[in-house]
């Protein structure tokens, strides 16, 4: 058990150093000469262009962590759900470069519900306990 505890303590420590950094290098951004250059403004961008899958993917995320069902509905697996949600981004990303059209507020609002929905009913962290 101790062994786990000094990994989590790890993973922990990383987590805090990359969450410092980032902020750290948002606060140059935004402080520095150069408009339009901070993270969110460079997800927008993404956005728009071939990475319209990011919505969807932080609304996961935020369902994954802030949300969760208590019950396994569907029955499946974390790493089933983790390899369908890459699988899901990959196909995304690639049509994103092939096909071309109009990115709009409610897509990317549908999105970022449809990830919601994603993180809280077949990803959630409460299935552990």
């Keep these: 058990m101790e062994q786990y505890e000094a990994h989590y303590e790890l993973v922990k420590t990383i987590m805090i150093v990359f969450a ?5 290098l ?9 408009d339009n250059d901070t993270s969110n403004i460079a997800l927008l961008e993404w956005s728009k262009k071939q990475f319209f899958i990011i919505p969807f993917m932080l609304g996961a995320i935020g ?3 802030f949300l969760g069902a208590k019950t396994n509905y569907f029955g499946i697996g974390s790493i089933t759900v983790v390899i369908v949600l890459f699988s899901i981004a990959a196909v995304a990303i690639i049509v994103g ?3 071309k059209f109009e990115r709009t ?10 990830g919601l929905a994603y993180g809280h009913f077949l990803w959630s962290m409460n299935f552990q306990n």
Excluded at 26 to 34: A, G
Excluded at 105 to 114: C, H, P, R, W, Y
Aim: hydrophobic residues 65%; charged residues 5%.
């Design 20 to 24: 410092v950094v980032y902020f750290l």
């Design 26 to 34: 948002e606060i140059i951004l935004n402080l520095n000469d150069i």
């Design 63 to 65: 369902g994954h962590l």
């Design 105 to 114: 507020n409610a897509l990317f609002t549908t999105l970022l519900v449809l």
């Design 97 to 99: 470069y092939i096909v």
